[in-house]
Every structure is written in structure tokens, then in C-alpha cells.
């Protein structure tokens, strides 16, 4: 039966994410989605006058493929892939499926092989295209979340649907504001970093390439992170779930991991040098996303919280490091959870999840909904 809020959502992607115009092509990747979503998607890039393609996957199929990926057809395959992608102004993707740890299994050695060979694919796609990445609801996800299926649709569209345009007042005053700051101070439960930001750009995110969204994100200077950070958010990786991930830092390197899995932790950022360096530090603000659910797409939206991130940094806030990891690991300072401070070269910017500042006052959850 034809939902309207799949067309509601459709148009979002369309008209402002990706910001699709007539004779342009847009690639859409569904992963395991009813076919009414598809096609809502064709049909919201047809109305935009742009050319639809599409690409259908399926969670126990791609599973088999990396399980037992060759190198010389990955080699095909990403060129392949590559070759499409050459060809494409926009790519959205919805990915769904009823199991998020269906990788889980899958060696970790098959899943830095088929990471290493697809690189050149999502380096290009997150590059050169306009592109859009969320997730589709369904029961596995709505028990993550604690909450009843149905529940857990409204939730989903509602913030997925959200009036983004919203948050580009206190986006634009908090990219300034991190542009010229040096120091950065994270504290609170299990929290004391200090890095610096100085000279690394910050980007504003605001439903341009993640739904839900929420955030403005830079990278620390590789080498000035000290201290130590007890995550309080829960996360998932390569299909494996982690609790109470704690990292200590010396001269911007991870000298020392543990969690409920230390060792997988540990296998991970080995991956290669740069695995244990931070690539991103982010401030998030989304209004209706309050808890985690192992769901990163969400999770590093949440209101309150500021993720800081193992690995590969992105081109716009360029630090250096280089690694086939790219790790948002959440820590939430609400009150609820324990609480936190951000300071900005010694004045105090966030407090227990709320900006101080009057010109952030705007990225306060009253003020977004």
C-alpha cells in the first residue's frame, strides 16, 4: 500500500539533499527497501527532470560475496562500480535489511580486503558526486531503539522529515566560531581530551549528506590529542557490537583500547598506522534523537553529544591521517547521561549537552523543533 510519507522523504533526498536538476544522473542504491520506496525515489528524480538509476541489494547476498571475495573479482567489480559512479552527478542511498550484524561473521581479513578494493568507488562517490546516505526503519532497528515497530516509523520520519533549513543560523555561527579556535577541552564521566583544531576547517551538516543529520564536524591536529575518553554510547562495527569503549591518547595515537570485545577492538585499529589516529571531532544536535541504538547514522546525530572519531579523516577538514578505519564512536553529555563540558580555548561553549553561547543558542533542541 502507497505510503505518502515515502514520497515526502523522496522529495527531501531529492529537492534538498542532493539538490537533483533536470538532465542530471543520480544513482539510487537500495538495500534490502520495500519497492515502494524505490520507486517513490525513481519517481522524485524523474519530477526533478533527472535520470533515475538503480542498483537493489540484498543483506545475505552481499554477506556471501564478501565471505568469500576473490581479489581478482573485486578488482572487476570495483571497476566496474567505479565506472558507474564516473558517470554520476548524485547517489542516494537507503539502506535497510532485518539484520544490521549480518556481516558479523565475515572474516575480519575478507572485510579489509573488500574495504581496500571498493575505496576508489566511495572515495569518488564522497568526492565527486552529491550524495545522501540514510537508513530504512524495520523491527530489528525499532528494538535497538526500545520502542514498538509502528512506534518507531513515526519516530523515524519524523526526524528524517525534520525542517533542516532550520539549523543553518547556528550551523554557519558555530563553523566560526570552530575555525578560530585552537583548543579544544572535552570533559566529563570517564572524559578528559584536549586537542587542537587550529587551521583545520569545519563543516556544517545540515541533511546535505546524512538523514537523519545534525552535526558540524572538523579534525583535530593528528598529533595533539592527550587524554583519555570512556564512550557512553554503544557501537557497532564491521557487523560487531562494542560496550564501554574506553581509548587513551599520548601525542594524538590510541596507546591503549578496551571494551567488552578489547581484543576484535584492538584487531581493528591495527587495520594500519592511521587506524589510531583521529580523523574527525564533531558536535551534534539533532532535537528528536535522544538515545543510541547502534545505529551510527543515527547515533552520532544525538542531541547533546559530540562523537570523536578513529581513522580516516575527510578531504574538507584534512589532518593527515589516512586508514581504511573510519570509526564514529558517540559520548552523550546530557544530564541524563552523566553530563560534560566543551571549552573553546578556555570559554565554556556547551554545557550538558546545551550551547552557551547566545549565537549557538539556535542548535538548542527548543529552537529546532
Known amino acids: 500500500m502507497h505510503d505518502p510519507r515515502f514520497d515526502k522523504l523522496a522529495s527531501l533526498l531529492v529537492s534538498f539533499s542532493t539538490a537533483l536538476k533536470k538532465g542530471e544522473r543520480a544513482l539510487i542504491d537500495a538495500f534490502d527497501i ?9 519517481r522524485a528524480v524523474r519530477n526533478a527532470g533527472a535520470l533515475p538509476f538503480v542498483q537493489l541489494h540484498q543483506g545475505a547476498v552481499s554477506r556471501e560475496l564478501a565471505m568469500h571475495a576473490a581479489e581478482a573479482a573485486l578488482d572487476i567489480s570495483s571497476g566496474v562500480e567505479l565506472a558507474r559512479m564516473k558517470k554520476m552527478d548524485a547517489y542516494i542511498a537507503v539502506r535497510g535489511g532485518a539484520n544490521i550484524t549480518e556481516m558479523s561473521d565475515v572474516p575480519p581479513e575478507q572485510m579489509k580486503l573488500v574495504a581496500r578494493k571498493m575505496k576508489p568507488v566511495l572515495d569518488w562517490r564522497v568526492k565527486k558526486t552529491r550524495w545522501c546516505v540514510l537508513r530504512w526503519p524495520s523491527p530489528s ?35 566560526t566560531l570552530m575555525e578560530k579556535t585552537d583548543k579544544v577541552h572535552l570533559r566529563g564521566p570517564g572524559v578528559d581530551l584536549t586537542f587542537s583544531i587550529k587551521g583545520i576547517a569545519a563543516i556544517p551538516c545540515g ?5 537523519p543529520d545534525g552535526e558540524v564536524f572538523t579534525a583535530p591536529v593528528k598529533n595533539s590529542v592527550e587524554g583519555y575518553i570512556a564512550y557512553n554510547a554503544p557501537t557497532i562495527y564491521q557487523g560487531t557490537a562494542f560496550d564501554n569503549v574506553r581509548l587513551v591518547f599520548k601525542a594524538g595515537r590510541i596507546v591503549e583500547a578496551t571494551a567488552n570485545n578489547t581484543l576484535k577492538l584492538n584487531e581493528i585499529l591495527d587495520s594500519d598506522p592511521g587506524a589510531r589516529y583521529i580523523g574527525e571531532f564533531a558536535i551534534a544536535f539533532n532535537p528528536h534523537i535522544l538515545k543510541p541504538m547502534r545505529d551510527i547514522l543515527f547515533d552520532e546525530k544525538i542531541s547533546g553529544s559530540f562523537h570523536f572519531t578513529p581513522g580516516q579523516c575527510y578531504e574538507q577538514t584534512e589532518n593527515g591521517n589516512r586508514s581504511q578505519v573510519h570509526w564514529d564512536m558517540v559520548s552523550i553529555q546530557r544530564p541524563d547521561w552523566g553530563g560534560g563540558t566543551i571549552h573553546f580555548d578556555g570559554k565554556l561553549i556547551r554545557e550538558d549537552g546545551r550551547f552557551v553561547p547566545k549565537s549557538l543558542h539556535g542548535l538548542n533542541p527548543e529552537n529546532l523543533v
Open 207 to 211: 541533511g546535505g549528506h546524512n538523514i
Open 141 to 175: 532497528m525499532a528494538q535497538l531503539a526500545g520502542m514498538s515497530t509502528e512506534a518507531f516509523e513515526k519516530f523515524y520520519f519524523d526526524v528524517c522529515t525534520l525542517n533542516y533549513a532550520k539549523m543553518a543560523p547556528g550551523m554557519k555561527a558555530l563553523k
Open 34 to 42: 520495500p519497492p515502494e520506496m524505490t520507486i517513490a525515489l525513481v
